[in-house]
């Protein structure tokens, strides 16, 4: 008989238990993440779904990652129009400057340019890969973060009883066996926007990682394996949370030793984004993943070219340019969409920042990806173009352009497509050609 | 014939425990098998009957932000931050000048969700009124409000404390009123906002109808879904409804404040949720305190604004509203309550939680019939159910799976641990995905095994089980002090935003290990063949964990 560990024991007995949370909002925080299995694992959440699946591992691999910026980011500031000088008029100390300068935008197409802190995305934008769906978001004029958030990851803008969220349905919806690591999620808790039906690995960040469960020690396994031996629920929901724990383990703490014989890389969202791209590349079941990354509620001293914004946004450009290269030949499979909840207020406010606006800027990312290209009906900036006459206004609703991912990308029929977002308004064409065919 | 279909006499006293309470403390299946199952019901019926120890209220007292008024919470805990936040910014200076500045006032806020927190657990695990504790967490849940929402952070105790505890087993009227005029819940669902379209009170925030509190006050709160309601009634209940809401600013509830005081609030609280006005109400109370001027603002923070409402007649489900100011809402409060919809959707959802996740429509037909016969006397139709012949069928014996907090407070009450640190406990609830106050959308939780049970649940309820039974759990830490960054109360809600709960095992105070045979005992044995094996060819330390991981104990 195996003695227990006492220590172990001891040190895994609290961070069994209750998750070591941080503020997701604050960046450091996010930065600090070192990712992989906390105390508490992997979470599995589903409803039934999961009983019934089984592995197939035929077919072409398609995978959509989605990056949420929690607390709306300045979309003006990250694709800049840098060709309306109204954009000047109302920001004069934190619209960043026209190219050439010091600080300057990096030219897109001669009207719209980049945030020189998102240099690092250049390359997937001149290789084609990179595009941006401009003055795009929800219909519903709500300014308040709870209620954005929650109607863009419940996919039902206006509804907030809905339960579940539009990723977990589409995932519901996509063709194929499904395996219970599926859809992974990066971060504390499994997001409104992964829950419902569908399993979701999640993986805990932070120093707890890689701490065991008690349920990984022989001893105690065999002990529980003998409990659940039978047929009901109970004992298949068991069963396969072992499964499934054991295998993100194993391929996790592979990745761990990889990650450890290699050179050591600045901590940050990139660590994040190498060790979920090893893990797409190691695990072909994996189709849809989730991360998000806070600190973009830039009410004072947002800055221009340099300062809080740009410190954000350079993290962020790196780490889906590292994450891009990581994924190698997968990157060809897979599309990345960066969302955020609302935009901000055209004009700066008295505290060198901005406030909660309307339109936004949403990133699409990937091998098939027709990039190069800002896509999207731009209003313009004059004040009779504004939403309320203080925000950029929204002329794409959010799910039109994720609705082209949904279908051209992961295969999603139109009835499957109308079960992921009810009620969604007809495409009114504003981003067609955005995947290649 | 009829006794075959009856729980066998020696499963009759932990079925009750497990129903009625939140599972077996050590003791207590002797002291229900000495009164008697069905005597123990009628007991726990009657709340007031059940002597509670001075050292638990003792243990009540202490938590004081609970027995405070919202406009006392208000004013002592989070109008703090909001002129701290509102100096700092004066001042310039960034984010994290910003952050340094408000530290010591957001620690403050932070006791009122934790106390909220511990008070709801430490009833549930020791409280000898268990009957009282499940249906407060049952309409706490009917009766759904967000923590995580701007000011609900402070008034989210107060709602359970004033509106929901006291009413439990009462007339439900008086529960549905009670929590229709708590500002946490028309902060929640927006209600403080609907306002008469040109009203003379409709202004900026003011400027229209908000149907949001009028529509789950029918889907959710009385008539239910399929109750038979339209689009026109909803629209009329908002109107009937404008004007319910906090008290007033400066202006008298209409326009005032502009831009760069609504830019300010919405940094201070999840955009855009700072009633205006109630800065003024403390400037109010300040003055009345120095003798310049009485205080007139209602403690309860339920203020009814004439100047917003719509003073014109109302056709609501088939009947004419006289414009009646502040009392149509009473009048359309009172149709709702009495309803046979009401009555069919409430005594639904009470047999699905104490009976079976598929309710047998018979037992829910009486417990309507009983409802209205009543007039919607909680009390009745609970009797009603406890007694019935479908609450005692063996087919529903352990049949409910239990949900995350039923299964932790179950785990804690059958090993009798004591527990002076709940951290441990809330964070396992939370993070099996059923957060205390943590539910977002309006519709509560849900009570079925389908919604609690997946593969992770299994993995985190089984490491939970190990630990505590291995006294591996802070149980025993000292009370923590509120920390800045990762700590404060367990707030969390689904979609990961939160107030981060930091706890800390490293210098945690040990336990013992739990007796195995203690738990089993708690249990009134009733492990079934294959357990009870598992359990003796186990290891002896982990035994207990087996005991409290078993399907059995899954189950109630």
């Given at each position: ?62 995978r959509?990652?989605?990056v ?14 840098h ?8 920001r ?53 973060h ?38 992974i ?18 993986i ?17 396994e065999s ?20 499964e ?6 194993a ?9 450890n ?18 893990l ?158 | ?45 009657h709340?007031?009957s ?62 009122v ?6 008070a ?105 879904v ?121 005594s ?58 039923e ?49 992770d ?35 969390v ?64």
């Open positions: 008989m195996e003695p227990i560990d006492e220590k172990e024991l001891e040190e895994i007995g609290c961070g069994g238990c209750a998750p070591r949370v941080e503020q997701p909002l604050s960046r450091r925080a996010f930065l600090r993440r070192t990712a992989i299995l906390s105390a508490s694992g992997i979470v599995l959440l589903s409803r039934s779904a999961w009983a019934a699946r089984t592995l197939d591992s035929s077919g072409p691999r398609r959509l990652v989605v949420f910026l929690r607390g709306a980011v300045d979309g003006l500031n990250v694709v800049v129009p060709g309306e000088s109204a954009y000047y008029d109302a004069p100390t934190i619209a960043v400057g026209r190219t050439g300068g010091q600080g300057g935008v990096v030219d897109l197409d001669g009207y719209f340019g980049l945030h020189p802190a998102l240099a690092a995305m250049e390359g997937p934008w001149k290789d084609g890969t990179l595009a941006f769906v401009h003055a795009c978001g929800s219909p519903d004029p709500t300014r308040s709870f209620d954005a958030q929650d109607y863009m990851e419940s996919g039902t803008p206006g509804i907030k009883s809905t339960q579940d969220g539009w990723l977990n349905r589409a995932l519901g919806q996509m063709p194929g066996a499904h395996a219970p690591t599926d859809a999620s990066l971060g504390p808790t499994v997001p409104r926007i992964l829950e419902g039906r569908v399993a979701v690995a999640n805990q960040s932070g120093r707890a990682a890689m701490r065991p469960m008690p349920l990984d020690r022989p001893v105690v002990a529980f394996d003998r409990l659940y031996i039978g047929s009901d629920p109970l004992s298949r929901a068991y069963r396969e949370g072992r499934a724990r054991q295998r993100l383990t391929e996790l703490a592979q990745d761990m030793a990889e990650a014989n290699g050179a050591p890389s600045p901590q940050g969202f990139s660590d994040d984004t190498d060790r979920l791209a090893r797409i590349q190691r695990d072909p079941t994996i189709r849809v993943a989730f991360m998000a990354l806070g600190g973009w509620d830039t009410h004072v001293s947002e800055g221009a070219g340099n300062g809080q914004l740009a410190g954000h946004l350079k993290p962020l450009g790196d780490g889906l340019s590292s994450f891009a290269k990581a994924l190698g030949p997968a990157y060809q499979e897979t599309v990345i969409v960066v969302i955020s909840e609302f935009g901000r207020t055209m004009h700066e406010n008295g505290n060198g920042g901005t406030d909660h606006g309307h339109g936004n800027v949403m990133w699409v990312m990937g091998g098939p990806v027709r990039g190069g290209k800002v896509y999207g009906r731009w209003p313009g900036l004059s004040t009779g173009s504004l939403y309320q006459e203080r925000d950029l206004a929204v002329t794409t609703d959010f799910r039109e352009p994720l609705s082209v991912v949904l279908r051209e990308h992961m295969g999603l029929q139109p009835p499957q497509l109308a079960a992921v977002f009810p009620d969604a308004p007809r495409t009114q064409g504003n981003v067609s050609g955005l995947l290649r065919a | 014939m009829l006794e075959a279909s009856t729980i066998p006499r020696q499963d009759r006293s932990l079925h009750v425990l497990n129903r009625l309470a939140f599972g077996p403390r050590p003791g207590d299946l002797e002291r229900v098998d000495s009164v008697g199952a069905d005597r123990w019901v009628q007991q726990q019926l709340p007031e059940i002597e509670i120890p001075q050292v638990f209220i003792d243990q009540i007292r202490t938590y004081s932000t609970l027995h405070m008024s919202p406009v006392d919470l208000f004013v002592e805990y989070q109008k703090p931050l909001m002129q701290a936040r509102r100096e700092a910014k004066q001042a310039g200076g960034d984010k994290a000048d910003l952050k340094g500045a408000t530290k010591d006032e957001r620690l403050k806020e932070r006791v969700m934790r106390e909220a927190v511990e709801r657990l430490y009833r549930a695990i020791f409280g000898p009124r268990q009957l009282q504790e499940v249906m407060t967490a049952f309409w706490f849940n009917h009766f759904n409000i967000f923590a995580g929402k701007g000011l609900d952070m402070v008034w989210t105790g107060a709602f359970e404390e004033q509106a929901i505890r006291p009413h439990t087993m009462g007339r439900f009227r008086d529960l549905l009123g009670a929590t229709a005029h708590h500002p946490a819940m028309l902060f929640y669902l927006d209600n403080w906002q609907n306002t008469a379209p040109n009203s003379p009170g409709a202004k900026g925030k003011f400027d229209g109808i908000n149907e949001n509190y009028a529509r789950e006050l029918m889907e959710l709160h009385t008539l239910g399929n109750g038979g309601y339209s689009q026109q009634d909803v629209i009329a209940l908002a109107h009937i409804l404008t004007g319910w809401g906090l008290p007033p600013g400066r202006g008298g509830g209409g326009g005032g404040g502009g831009m760069r005081r609504a830019q300010t609030d919405q940094q201070m609280f999840p955009p855009g949720l700072m009633p205006r006005g109630f800065g003024f109400l403390f400037r109010r109370r300040q003055m009345a305190r120095e003798g310049q001027m009485p205080a007139r603002v209602d403690p309860s923070g339920f203020h009814f604004d004439a100047s917003r409402h719509d003073p014109g007649p109302k056709y609501f489900l088939g009947q004419t509203i006289e414009g009646a100011g502040e009392h149509e809402g009473e009048e359309a409060l009172d149709i709702l309550a009495r309803s046979p919809q009401t009555a069919k959707h409430l639904f959802q009470l047999a699905q939680y104490f009976v079976a996740d598929n309710p047998p429509p018979a037992l829910v037909h009486r417990m309507s019939q009983r409802y209205l016969a009543t007039d919607g006397d909680i009390r009745a139709v609970l009797e009603l159910m406890f007694t019935s012949s479908e609450f005692w069928d063996p087919r529903y014996y352990a049949a409910k799976f239990k949900t995350p907090y299964y932790v407070v179950s785990s804690v009450r059958a090993t009798a641990v004591p527990v002076i640190n709940f951290r441990p406990l809330y964070g396992t609830i939370q993070l099996l995905g059923m957060p205390l106050y943590g539910c977002q959308t309006p519709n509560g939780y849900d009570m079925t095994q389908e919604a609690w049970l997946n593969p649940a299994m993995m985190t309820r089984l490491s939970f089980a190990t630990a505590l039974a291995n006294g591996n759990l802070p149980l025993l830490n000292p009370p923590f002090e509120e920390e800045d960054g990762a700590s404060g109360p367990s707030v809600s689904k979609n990961g935003r939160y107030k981060g709960v930091n706890f800390g095992g490293a210098n945690h105070v040990k336990m013992d290990p739990v007796d195995p045979a203690a738990v089993t005992s708690a249990m009134g044995g009733g492990l079934s063949p294959n357990t009870a094996n598992a359990v003796e060819t186990a290891p002896p330390q982990l035994r207990a964990a087996l005991v409290l991981g078993s399907p059995e104990f899954m189950k109630r």
